[in-house]
């Protein structure tokens, strides 16, 4: 029997079929609602803002673009708008209005617009029911069509020509890079859980190493995306011909994405960390510590040259309303002061406070942790210079304040040390985020500090500088700032990875000299965190942090030259004006149409087997997506994913990694299903790719391609 989440009969309902391209404001394409009776008493607590007005939903409405091709949005519209214009807001994703995004959208987008706002969804140029082909990442038509959709909308009768933009992930990414081509209609940006460089920050690869645990998972899903049809509700009976035209047309990105290893121009386009100065808008940055782009938001924050804002609190990778692990916050309140101030001119007070706000963590997330204890802290200028540095010397017998005498300490080459935190991004907490860190912790080189004395805090980047030489021509080097706990338990509370051919350049990389000695001064990841009387700090170093990263074509034995090897920890101190932050409200996600679960999916999980004789580890892990149907439009949906990976624990090139990934959609006569595959495995000079799409209708295939694809390996 289905679960249903109910209608109470205020909530943004969709339109038939015959109604969805209707003319924009027909009274039959539109259904209005009073925000009041959908979101509940809480959410009208907005003090010095109007009362909500009653909206209109437009299910899809199509806007031309100068070549001809319409992108399909779906739009929320406060329904005085013609008479009393308000400013446009805009997410612009490729995830599917229609379907796959629709309950998200729903949860967002209704509320804003009751704000007074005109808040509208474009599907991507390719994706979703627009027109079009499938599109790689972020390319320049992306940005085009952003900017020509962003001069439209603030041209309509209803809107005061002042346009608004924010996304989470894509939606952040694609904030910033169609900011960087300063249309003159967007007044202000908000980015979410987003970077400013493609290279050193994205889902592919980190310091020159490969995210093994994220470009192959995301890639294919990608490829499955890109692969759907559009909703024949939306585009009627060509439906089939455009789903048969996308296809066709379709490239294994992965592949592409393997094929730059470098930060060449394919990375360089769309990372606004070319040209800070190309942002004249306001930007508002948002992040999370438990997210992998952590760095992103003080990285811009000390870059940028227009007015910014920044925040991080514990979350993953979510809006802060959303955020898990919690504290999660009032995000909407706090996204509506922003948008208040920068696009109706109302003095909300947010310009006056600090610049940049962040959660400080008084213990580092761990494995089934949902709440970070902590409290909210400020600072009024980042880099502040209220940080102060304080150094310890990795010596033979640990950390000290102090240098010793230079003592040779060897490693010797393990392919599976990483275990403890398998994932570049983490999907889901119980199974995902890094755990004890003591079975890593026993296979690396380590250096504690004596118990501390007493608590102290750090805010910033980390910096660990080693003395070091290596046996091969290419290496790499992880290196993870723990704390431990007078039991034993080691927690990791920051970390990176470099590869050290890139020690000097992350596009010229080049090839180290066997034996000879290198310093290496290597930024760990932003942190926040306070660091406890009675515990000890411990580096961590090693060659490998497999699975979540791709291994080096050789095993490489690692000297580090104790005495001479320093970490470097930005110490804050306190600040007595925190506790007088402007406090956020409780969190609350407003309700969305609906859906009813057809059948519950399987608790995701991941089996680890490790073969005693030949030291093979073999890792195997599966997610699935509920069975449901949206009450608005009828779909059905359901999605899962897997992955195999396996390497020896003396052989680099014994890695495999074997994904896959599926999705469903279907309605009355209407039911189509792609499945995406890649098995990726190694030499020591090249990746070996065999990718492959299959579209199916009513379960009889009608396209399938398979790519065989061998790359060569530039020093990764």
């Known amino acids: 029997m289905g679960v249903t989440k109910k209608n109470d009969g205020g909530s943004v309902m969709g339109m038939a079929p015959q109604d969805v391209n209707a003319p924009l404001l027909s009274s039959n394409n539109a259904r209005a609602f009073l925000s009041s009776t959908t979101f509940g008493p809480q959410t009208l607590q907005a003090g010095g803002r109007t009362a909500p007005r009653r909206v209109r939903e437009i299910e899809n409405i199509w806007i031309p673009m100068s070549d001809g091709t319409k992108i399909a949005a779906r739009m929320w519209l406060p329904e005085d708008a013609e008479e009393s214009p308000v400013p446009a807001l805009i997410e612009y994703i490729p995830y599917r209005k229609r379907d796959s995004y629709r309950l998200f959208d729903d949860s967002m987008h209704p509320y804003l617009a009751s704000y007074g706002y005109a808040c509208v969804r474009p599907d991507i140029r390719g994706s979703g029911d627009s027109e079009g082909l499938p599109q790689d990442e972020y390319v320049k038509q992306e940005q085009d069509d952003g900017a020509e959709i962003i001069a439209w909308l603030a041209r309509q009768p209803w809107c005061t020509g002042k346009v608004g933009m924010f996304g989470l992930s894509w939606g952040g990414f694609s904030a910033l890079q169609v900011a960087a081509r300063r249309p003159p209609e967007l007044k202000a940006i908000i980015t979410v859980c987003s970077t400013d460089d493609r290279y050193t920050d994205d889902a592919h690869y980190t310091g020159g190493v490969i995210n093994d645990a994220m470009i192959f998972e995301w890639g294919v899903r990608w490829a499955a995306y890109c692969g759907l049809p559009p909703d024949p509700s939306i585009v009627g009976d060509r439906w089939r011909d455009m789903w048969v035209e996308r296809l066709s047309n379709l490239d294994f990105y992965p592949m592409n994405w393997l094929a730059h290893q470098h930060r060449d121009a394919f990375w360089k386009h769309g990372s606004i960390s070319e040209d800070y100065a190309s942002i004249e808008c306001p930007v508002y940055a948002v992040g999370g510590w438990s997210d992998p782009y952590c760095c992103t938001v003080p990285r811009m924050l000390a870059n940028l040259k227009c007015p910014r804002k920044g925040l991080v609190g514990p979350w993953g990778h979510q809006y802060p309303n959303e955020g898990d692990p919690g504290p999660a916050v009032d995000w909407l309140t706090e996204a509506l002061r922003w948008w208040d101030y920068w696009l109706k001119d109302i003095d909300t007070g947010i310009m006056d406070e600090p610049i940049y706000r962040m959660w400080m963590q008084d213990e580092a997330p761990m494995r089934g942790t949902h709440e970070i204890p902590g409290r909210w802290v400020a600072e009024d200028a980042w880099p502040s210079p209220r940080i102060s540095p304080c150094k310890y010397f990795l010596n033979r017998d640990g950390l000290d304040t102090d240098p010793g005498a230079e003592t040779a300490r060897v490693l010797s080459p393990l392919q599976t040390v990483g275990l403890t935190a398998p994932d570049w991004h983490w999907r889901d907490l119980d199974m995902d985020a890094p755990t004890d860190q003591r079975t890593d912790d026993g296979r690396s080189l380590t250096f504690d500090s004596k118990p501390l004395e007493g608590d102290f805090e750090i805010l910033g980047a980390p910096v660990v500088t080693l003395d070091l030489a290596v046996d091969k021509p290419v ?164 999605w899962t994913t897997s992955e195999t990976t396996e390497i020896l624990d003396h052989d680099p090139t014994s890695a495999i990694v074997d994904t896959q990934y599926i999705t469903t959609m279907k309605r009355e006569d209407w039911n189509v299903r792609v499945e995406s595959s890649l098995r990726v495995s190694l030499t020591k000079d090249d990746f070996v790719c065999v990718g492959q799409i299959k579209a199916l209708e009513h379960d009889i295939e009608i396209f399938t391609k398979i790519w065989e694809r061998a790359i060569p390996r530039m020093l990764v």
């Open 475 to 638: 290496a790499f080097l992880a290196v993870r700032l723990n704390e431990v706990e007078p039991d034993g338990l080691t927690k990791r509370i920051t970390f990176n990875i470099l590869n050290l051919t890139h020690r000097d350049s992350h596009e010229f990389p080049q090839p180290l000299e066997p034996g000879k000695r290198y310093r290496i001064r290597m930024l760990l990841q932003d942190c926040a965190h306070v660091f406890k009387s009675g515990r000890r700090i411990r580096v961590a170093v090693s060659t490998a942090y497999w699975p979540a990263y791709f291994p080096s074509p050789e095993p490489v034995t690692l000297t580090v030259y104790a005495g001479g090897s320093e970490l470097e920890l930005p110490v804050r101190p306190p600040r007595v004006e925190d506790v007088h932050l402007n406090p956020f409200g409780p969190a609350f996600v407003p309700e969305s149409v609906g859906q009813t679960v057809l059948e519950n999916a399987p608790a995701p999980t991941r089996v680890y087997e490790w073969d005693v004789g030949t030291n093979k580890l073999t890792m195997r892990s599966v997610m699935s997506g509920d069975r449901c149907r949206l009450d608005a439009t009828g779909t059905e949906m359901w």
